[in-house]
Nanobody, 124 residues
């Protein structure tokens, strides 16, 4: 079992930056896949970035070059550094984790554990 708690969301102007954090509690050392997802009002949840146990990372095309995912060695904390924010990045952001191997980590069916979300609002 693992519990996930996000923080760091807020309101920024376009072009600004935010750093989201995800604190993981429980059997974090055994986690093999962790990711960030977002869901904007009226839209489906989408994968933003993922990191696997071998530190491989993957990003949605919409955030490549702007967002960076990272985690500490103990996998107790995962981060999403978001630079060059755009109004279309406005959404509730969720962290997710699982003990199973993930192919890419950007599909929500790859995860069993989810946080409650942290809101991000980007104004133009």
């Amino acid at each position: 079992q693992v519990q996930l708690v996000e923080s760091g969301g807020g309101s920024v102007q376009a072009g600004g930056s935010l750093r989201l954090s995800c604190a993981a509690f429980g059997y974090t050392y055994s986690l093999t896949c962790m990711g960030w997802f977002r869901q904007a009002p009226g839209k489906e949840r989408e994968g933003v970035a993922a990191i696997t146990s071998d530190r491989s990372t993957r990003y949605a095309d919409s955030v490549k070059g702007r967002f960076t995912i990272s985690q500490d060695n103990a996998k107790n904390n995962m981060y999403l550094q978001m630079n060059g924010l755009k109004p279309e990045d406005t959404a509730m952001y969720y962290c997710a984790a699982d003990f199973r191997y993930c192919r890419g980590g950007l599909e929500d069916y790859e995860y069993n554990y989810w946080g409650q979300g942290t809101p991000v609002t980007v104004s133009s």
